[in-house]
């Protein structure tokens, strides 16, 4: 069975698929039509060729695609449901309103802002979104059980004082990621969203068994897939729990600052145990697999006929040329 570094990410009506050379965007519109966005990839440097580096390079330039790619739906979908009528009233309020009362600061500011940056906006703006979303991830999965795990009156100078610390902080750690997942899960604005994930990953499945890219052929396959965003997310809360009982255990802000310098690493040796993971097919491998599997039953949900489609469109245009280049 061929394994592809091909993935995905769901979208709101609709899916981004990235490849080797390029990633593409399938949006469904109201009408029923499905509009595609295809943008070509910038080739592999060396550091992405690199051990754990190629990890965090990879993890951080898909964050940044996600972003975009959420934007563009989201204002996609929100633009079509409207329609142009509302975009014009919309504009001819803010005429009225500047002719009979004036220019206010914000509005000087933000003219400043164009002036200075213009185009560069769009792209700024989801660089901070980026950041803070990494931000918020650290601060509840990382930094918060920290926290907790500090508050135990364990003796810290002590082997099995830090050993307690530590897993107990792991324990934290896994607990409010499995309880995001499923408070998330449950959320009915997700329900279509987690569709399009479970479509992503069937396809992804037939392209793998060598089926041809048909809704009949999708349908069959499962919407769990070992090599998914959950199943790395999990690893990385596994991984950090290893790597953190290796630093001790030290004043609050010592350890803050240490598993702040320590993510990147963490990303990186996850990265590489989830690229080590999807080529091999021993049973130890699997058992190693299943947990996030199971968390998939969170982030996924059977597709229907028309959201397959879109994940096979998208998939199509981000294949190469090249059969061998995205090879796993």
């Given amino acids: 069975m061929k394994k592809t570094t ?6 709101i009506e609709g899916l981004m698929m990235i490849g080797p050379d ?12 499905i509009v595609l966005n295809k943008k070509p990839l910038p080739r592999k440097n060396i550091l992405q060729k690199l051990p754990v580096v190629r990890g965090v390079i990879g993890f951080l330039r898909q964050m940044v695609l996600g972003v975009r790619a959420l934007i563009y739906s989201a204002e996609f979908v929100e633009a079509e449901e409207n329609g142009n009528d509302t975009r014009q009233e919309f504009s001819n309020a803010e005429e009225v309103h500047g002719k009979s009362r ?17 185009n560069k906006i769009p ?3 989801i660089y901070i979104t980026v950041v803070v979303a990494i931000g918020f991830s650290i601060g509840l999965f990382i930094l918060l059980p920290n926290f907790l795990a500090s508050l135990l009156r ?19 750690r896994v607990t409010l990621f499995f309880v995001y997942l499923a408070f998330t899960s449950r959320l009915k604005e997700m329900r279509r969203v987690w569709q399009y994930h479970g479509a992503e990953h069937k396809t992804i499945h037939c392209y793998e068994h060598e089926e041809e890219l048909t809704v009949e052929n999708v349908r069959k396959f499962s919407t769990k897939h070992p090599r998914c965003g959950t199943s790395y997310l999990f690893m990385v809360m596994i991984v950090s729990i290893i790597v953190f009982s290796f630093v001790g255990w030290h004043v609050i802000w010592v350890n803050i600052l240490i598993r702040l310098l320590l ?8 990265y590489e145990l989830l690229k080590f993971a999807g080529r091999c097919d021993a049973r130890p491998v699997k058992i190693l697999n299943a947990p996030g599997l199971f968390l998939q039953y969170f982030t996924t949900r ?13 998939f199509k245009h981000a294949m190469s040329k090249d059969k061998d280049a995205d090879k796993w």
Avoid: C, H, W
């Fill in 302 to 314: 059977e597709p229907d006929d028309d959201q397959i489609e879109v994940a096979i469109e998208a």
């Fill in 6 to 11: 091909i993935g995905g990410m769901a979208l």
């Fill in 102 to 118: 004036g220019r206010k600061l914000s509005e000087k500011i933000d003219e400043f802002i164009e002036k200075k940056l213009g």
């Fill in 263 to 270: 993510v990147p690493l963490i990303a990186g040796i996850s």
């Fill in 154 to 172: 364990f003796d810290k100078s002590t082997r099995v004082g830090v050993l307690y610390y530590n897993l107990f902080e792991g324990i934290i």
């Fill in 123 to 125: 792209d700024i703006l």
């Fill in 22 to 33: 390029s990633a593409a965007i399938a949006i469904r519109k109201p009408n029923g039509e």
